[in-house]
Every structure is written in C-alpha cells, then in structure tokens.
C-alpha cells in the first residue's frame, strides 16, 4: 500500500462549490504539506503544518483553508471554488529527525473548477 | 526569500547519452538542501538526489549525479546514459535553514525528452 494517499484522485467541481481533498500518510510523519502545481510554474506551497496543533500558511493560501485532523490526516478546503483553482494537488510528508528531510509525495488530486 | 531558476524549458537528449539539467538558486541561509524530482506524465512525485549545503562531495545515485557549485549557487543534475524511460518533468527544489520547516521551493521544471 501507498505511504501517502490522496482522495479523490480526480474531481470535477463548479464554480462556487465546496471542496474538499483528503491526505492520510502511514509513515508516521509530523510534518505534511500541501501544495498545487499549475503549467509552466511548478509546484507552490499552500499550507503545511509541523503537527496537530500546529498549522501554518504556504505561499498561496488565500481561498484555501486545512485540517489536520490526526497526525495521519491533513485535509485541504477549498470554500467557494473558482475556475482559477484548476490544478494538481499535492500532499506530501517529511520527518525532519530522518535526514536528508526528503518529502514523500502523494499521488496527486487532478481538480478541474469549470 | 528562496528562489529556484530552471532556464530550460525543454531539452532533447539521444538514448544512451548524458544530459545536464540546469537550476541555480538564491538564498541567504547558510545550512539548506537541494533536491531533484521527477514527474513522469503518470504525475507523481519521484525523488531523484539530494545535496546538502555542507556536503563537500558531489551526490550521486546510479546514473543520477548533482553537480554542486556553491561559490556559483548552482546544483544541476546529470542524467548518464539516457533511456527512454527518462523522459519527464525535472523539478529542481531547495529546503531552507532553521526554522523553515522542511518547505521545498521548486524551480518551473525542465520538460526531459529521449530520442532514439
């Protein structure tokens, strides 16, 4: 089985819809990560956090809102989806006592806001 | 702030021939990391190689090796013996010093294309 998964792996949403994506990890990772990817631009950090209590924003924040609902599961909202959200997501973990502080991806959530 | 430049977009490289795959960096941190991914067009994330900033050898894993010039913020990826199985989107990607909390700035990428 997959260490990081992601749910859904595809989503088609409409304009104004609420949304949300869905990260579990079995390795046992503190610290989980969720970025987006777009053409030509790479990939940009939304939000992330170090543990349960701890929740920080990315680069990219605005529109998106997170849960971390157990130190295996970090959810990612989007609360109005607009068609500019179009994108691939990513979860990723890492574990900063395991060195070199390598992150492990997920799948990746394909969503389309139309 | 951290910043990645990818300056090619796109690169054409012969089966079993070697490619270098370019990225400088900007920071102002001392201690950080940098990394190479690859994203095949199944779209996931593959670690490829790792450089730390104190690491005074080059990385290398099998046919991956970065080629690491800290006076020159460079750290690009050489790619041996290309196959056909390399074609992909490489990511460049740097980890910031203390209190950074592991956060990985990525370069846009270099789309890798092997030809027979």
């Known amino acids: 089985d997959a260490d990081v998964t992601q749910t859904p792996r595809n989503r088609i949403t409409k304009t104004g819809k609420r949304i949300m994506l869905e990260c579990s990890q079995t390795?046992?990772?503190?610290?989980m990560y969720w970025y987006r990817q777009d053409p030509g631009l790479g990939l940009r950090l939304i939000y992330y956090s170090f543990d349960v209590k701890d929740i920080n924003k990315g680069e990219i924040s605005d529109g998106y809102s997170v849960s971390r609902q157990a130190q295996a599961k970090f959810s990612l909202s989007l609360e109005s989806a607009i068609p500019n959200q179009t994108a691939l997501y990513f979860c990723?973990?890492?574990?900063?006592?395991?060195?070199?502080?390598?992150?492990?991806f997920g799948p990746g959530t394909r969503l389309t806001v139309t | 702030a951290q910043k990645i430049t990818q300056t090619q977009p796109g690169m054409f490289v012969q089966e079993k021939e070697a490619v270098t795959l370019d990225c400088t960096y900007d920071?102002?941190?001392?201690?950080?990391?940098l990394f190479w991914y690859k994203q095949p067009s199944s779209g996931e994330m593959i670690f490829l190689i790792y450089q730390g900033s104190y690491d005074e050898q080059n990385a290398t894993e099998g046919r991956y090796s970065l080629n690491f010039q800290k006076a020159r913020k460079s750290a690009n990826l050489v790619i041996s013996a290309s196959q056909l199985g390399d074609s992909a989107m490489y990511f460049c990607a740097m980890r910031g010093g203390t209190g950074g909390g592991n956060k990985l700035t990525f370069g846009t990428g270099t789309q890798l294309k092997v030809e027979l």
């Open positions: 920071t102002s941190d001392q201690s950080y990391g």
């Open positions: 990723a973990t890492s574990d900063p006592e395991a060195g070199p502080y390598e992150q492990y």
């Open positions: 390795k046992g990772h503190d610290r």
